[in-house]
């Protein structure tokens, strides 16, 4: 004979009921039948478990410590059976999501759907962070994806968190004709005729970082447009009416390349920002994940990124406190 889960049942009911003839009715046994199966398991643990008392049996000293074992052991076992069980409809859950200019939602949103069924998504579309952190804090959105910048972490009140998903560098959008377009990576000086699209204040530190980049090689933009309208602004890159900065992740139009910058001056950091007490843990978790996932996805797809990294991975880092993880400096953390 072993000892199964159905002789701890025993044990435990027995003890329960304090009685082998109650516990042989709740149990649908006969009392000869639990009687034979109690001494059973006695004789296989070496020791008697109760003893008879004027109101039925008690635990022995013994008994008790196996009980309670064994109560253990059949909370354990009831879990885990519980874990492959259907489970009840989980209620509905809501989340109001703001979202910068990227190309990670579509992608993200159907992973979210498959992931939590149960969890409805209400996306904004805001183009600066510092808007989505405004809206965060007035309790207007539970969550948001935006971005900062080397040396310009982002910052919030402690009603909010926020979590890196990846590091990228900034790269170059330029005209397929354009004299630097044989250049495996362009330096930023050498684009320093070239009329630049800027895209407005972001809130966090956007256009200032791409001025400052600028000022460090040497020269500032001869001239500039205020653009962040992508397929527009890629047509007129296209046409050769300028040059722009570029997340790793955009597929240039045809007339259009995308091109390191030499010495990689510009990095961007893509953040999840959520209210906490909005936001449940398991949503977070959903949502950090798929967004790492979605992007590392991306970036993969992303040709002049891989090239990119395949050149610089020494291994090098990425800025400070901007985390590593992908070949040199494109990281998802």
């Known amino acids: 004979m072993e000892l199964e889960l159905r002789h701890l049942r025993v044990l435990c009911a027995i003890a329960d009921s304090g009685s082998v003839g109650r516990a042989a009715a709740a149990l649908g046994f006969t009392q000869p039948a639990l009687s034979t199966q109690l001494r059973r398991v006695e004789r296989l643990l070496g020791e008697g478990l109760f003893v008879r008392s004027s109101t039925g049996v008690e635990l022995t000293a013994y008994g008790a410590e196996v009980v309670s074992q064994a109560r253990e052991i059949l909370i354990r076992a009831d879990a885990l059976g519980r874990r492959h069980a259907p489970r009840p409809p989980a209620a509905a859950r809501a989340l109001r999501l703001g979202v910068t200019n990227t190309p990670v939602v579509p992608m993200l949103l159907d992973a979210l759907r498959e992931a939590c069924p149960d969890l409805t998504v209400s996306v904004s579309s805001v183009y600066a962070t510092g808007h989505l952190l405004e809206l965060l804090e007035a309790g207007e959105l539970d969550a948001a994806l935006g971005v900062d910048y080397p040396g310009l972490p982002v910052r919030h009140s402690s009603a909010l968190a926020h979590r890196a998903i990846n590091t990228v560098p900034i790269f170059v959008a330029i005209h397929a004709g354009h004299p630097l377009a044989h250049r495996i990576e ?103 994940h798929h967004a790492v996932r979605t992007y590392r996805n991306l970036l993969a797809q992303a040709p002049h990124l891989q090239k990119w990294a395949t050149r610089t991975y020494a291994p090098a880092r990425a800025p400070e406190g901007h985390g590593t993880g992908l070949p040199a400096r494109a990281s998802c953390v």
């Open 186 to 288: 362009v330096p930023l000086e050498e684009l320093s005729e070239d009329t630049w699209f800027v895209a407005s204040d972001d809130g966090v530190g956007w256009p200032g970082a791409f001025y400052d980049a600028c000022r460090s090689a040497g020269f500032t933009p001869a001239g500039t447009h205020e653009f962040h309208v992508l397929d527009q602004l890629q047509s007129m890159i296209a046409k050769g009416l300028g040059v722009t900065a570029v997340q790793p992740t955009v597929r240039p139009v045809e007339g259009v390349l995308v091109k390191p910058l030499a010495g990689d001056p510009l990095w961007q950091r893509h953040l999840l920002v959520w209210r906490r007490e909005l936001v449940d843990a398991a949503v977070v978790e959903a949502l950090h």
